[in-house]
């Protein structure tokens, strides 16, 4: 039995401060209190907050193969597949060299506090086996979703777009694809569907610029972001720029929304519009996108996306709501048992020395690495 006591526990899904005592047993939270404990194996977190440990909700983790390359050239010519500059890096990279990028960048979010992340796995089954074996001594929650170049293959056939979508499912934990500039709608459908099937996740980057969404309509009569949902996707990617009525649509279908703000700002394509997400009640999360140009870093990312959000709109945005962006509102989209601290939640947190009387303000804006004194996950002690 763990006992962690004397800490400022954020606790349940709105994150609640309060002084509390944990009680962790066999990976799980049993208990909360403010009775005193005994016990032969505590940690004293008098000073710090105990927070639910933070969740990467969109990265590509292999392009840290390839970081900073590119910079000023156009997202197309840095991002498009299949001949984007990530793309000829990726395959020009030798094994070896993707699977040490991929360690390096798993211990980077363990520093800073990750437990879980979401990648967007390129290179079809052999990419997907790429970071199986990167990560199976790093004690990290992975959620691989796969995709394969047969999806951009337009001379492909749909029954062997199928069989190879149905194959990679039996290794991931999803399917997506890029975005629809780069497949067909039956593509699309097909992937959206298979997930569907199997109780996976299927998800797909949209209108994460002006340019696709009015590439678009001129072509479909549809936004991308109605073609997505109307194929069945069930996380979308980015969302920048939104159309009239693609709002009120993902909220009625409630469809979750990842936003990468630091992302869409080095590629100079847009502010994520997070109060309009926050009016329609979009359930949004965070992630640090292409590791190309980002680090990891999620304090990093929750603190541009608060003071950015707050400059775009001229108002205040709670630094409670983006903290959730990076842990409880991932529990409601991703098939994790983490996110928040409940009674009967796997242990995954993180314990923070305090440094201001703001405890949301206080790992947002000021939290580096050295500030992190225990980082646990499924109940044990990584660090």
Known sequence: MLVIENGLVLW????????????????????????KVHSSHKIDATGCIVSPALVNAHVHIGDAVAMDVGDGKSIAEIVKPPHGLKHQILSNSSSDDLIQAMKKAMMEMLSTGTSTFVDYREGGLAGIKLLQEAGKDIPIHKIILGRDDIFFDNEASLTKVKKVARNLLKYCDGLAPSGFGEIREEVASIIAQECKKQGKISSIHVAEYEDVQDNSVKE????????????????????????????????????PVVSCPRSNGALAVGIPPLLDFQKYKINTLLGTDNLMFNSPNMFREMEYALKLTRGFYKSHFSPADILKMATANAAHALPIDSGFLDEGRLADLMIVKQLSSHPYLSLINRTESKNIICLIIKGNIIY
Do not use: M, W, Y
Request: charged content about 30%; overall charge neutral; some cysteine.
């Open 12 to 35: 349940g899904e709105n994150l609640d401060p309060q002084k509390a005592n944990l009680i962790i047993e066999e990976s799980i939270i049993i208990e909360k209190t403010t009775r």
């Open 220 to 255: 479909t009569g549809k936004s991308e972001v109605k073609r997505a949902l109307d194929c069945g996707f069930k996380l979308l990617i980015h969302l920048n720029s939104p159309v009239s009525g693609d709002l009120r649509e993902v909220s009625l279908k409630n469809v």
